[in-house]
């Protein structure tokens, strides 16, 4: 009998409160705690903003978008320079809390995919479909086939034979041939080439690029994580199904409820955005859970909006600021710390770096710049059609879209999104996922600088008429 009474007695105790006194007490705040993570995750994000924006005031003059600053703010906190500081990592950044930073950052990245998809036209699509469609494909093709026939020796000496080559393959050629629609839009209001000839066929082969790029990460992840190609093929099909299924029903039915609710006449009201918000997490749901990738979903989502009455755009407007200002730069400083330049240190790396940039640049530089020329474009034309095309990062800032002016400002490098899904299925190993982000961070540095030298205003021809982009 005492024992029970011991028990119940036991039960009935007050407990103390958890996290009771905290500093006054002597508590570390930074010390990492299971059941409560909240602390450390807040020092985390404020030592990750604060970096980033002091990189972004230093390289906001070269005219370089904040991803640079994001990027290289984590390969700083990452092992390649504080991390080899005694004790840093282990107190800052422990192994046991970036699953919880992960996790914020990639219900961050869904919301980033889902405004991608707002923002893109695919009216803009069927303008100078001819000319667009041919400089779209060549930048699609070529790096791609210099990504696979690089990725042979790449595969040899760095990435473990229990990983499948044509996974490896595929991952590579994607990362080679993918550009982001976006990142042109930033570079074309900075240099004033949104109504040239030149900044309308990039923006058409942009947007058909970024539905060729996303559907060919698709298909590789599909294969990754089937078991074997008719499950991989089963995959597809089932994600062919939903997107149809998205297209000519649910679409519908959005815009029939922003009809209803008065969304399109004065914008969307909390009742229509909480459905937006639901359609968005059960579209991330459905494609994670059938084996591509819950982003997938989420750019499906954004593209269904109706852009009735400027609808995409107030939706754009209501999420753009906590996603660029919080979850992107977690998102692509996580990156960083996932590199380390350290492991690049001998010559073969070295060389293997600068054969992956030099390739990726002549791929789409050359490949849109030959396609642009035999489509009737001067070579400085066609030559800044190619330079706009190799760009790996994209940022909007107060772009035109719809007669209307989008006042955002993203930064983002798209390739990264498709290295950090390799780099998490154990495709690449840390040093290819290291060279590839350098690869990225310089294409993306001397994109902006390389433009402005061949298509000075001077040069330009403008288009008759403009037509609304982004």
Partial sequence: MPQYSDTILALFKKRAATGEGGLLTGIDPSV????????LWIIQVGVIIMVDQLLFLGLCKLKQPKVIAEVLGGILLG?????????????????DSLPYLSLVANIGLCLFLFIVGLEIDTSIMK??????????????????????????????????????????????GVAYSITAFPVLCRILTELKLLDTTVGIIVLSAGVGDDV??????????????????????????????????????????????????????????????????????????????????????????????????????ALTEKLEDIVSIVFLPLYFTLSGLKTNL???????????????????FCGKFGGCTIASRLSGFSWREASTVGALMSCKGFVFKDIPYSSRRLNCFYANLVELIVLNIGFQAGILSQGVFSMFVLEALTLTFITTPLVAALYPPDRRKIAAPPIPTC
């Fill in 212 to 313: 060729i790029g996303w559907t060919l990460l698709a298909f590789s992840v599909a294969l990754v994580n089937a078991s074997s190609g008719l499950i991989a093929l089963w995959v597809l099909l089932a994600c062919l199904a939903f997107t149809l299924f998205l297209m000519f029903i649910i679409k519908r039915i959005l815009l029939w409820l922003a009809r209803s609710t008065g969304s399109i006449d004065n914008g969307p009201t909390m009742f229509y955005m909480t459905m937006v918000m639901i359609l968005l997490w059960a579209c991330a749901f459905f494609t994670d859970i059938i084996g591509v990738n819950a982003i997938f979903g989420a750019f499906l989502a954004g593209i269904i909006i109706p852009r009735e009455g400027g609808l995409a755009i």
């Fill in 127 to 172: 303008r100078n479909v001819r000319m667009s469609a041919i400089v779209s494909f060549a930048g699609i093709a070529l790096p791609f086939g210099l990504g696979s026939a690089l990725s042979i020796p790449l595969y040899n000496h760095f990435i473990n034979p229990s990983v499948q080559f044509t996974h490896f393959m595929l991952f590579t």
């Fill in 342 to 360: 350290g492991l690049l240190d001998n010559g073969i790396t070295w060389a293997f770096t600068i054969a992956i940039t030099c390739l990726a």
């Fill in 32 to 39: 990492f705690d299971v059941s409560d993570p909240l602390r």
């Fill in 79 to 95: 092992p390649t320079a504080f991390g080899r500081i005694p004790g840093f990592t282990n107190h800052i950044f422990p192994a």
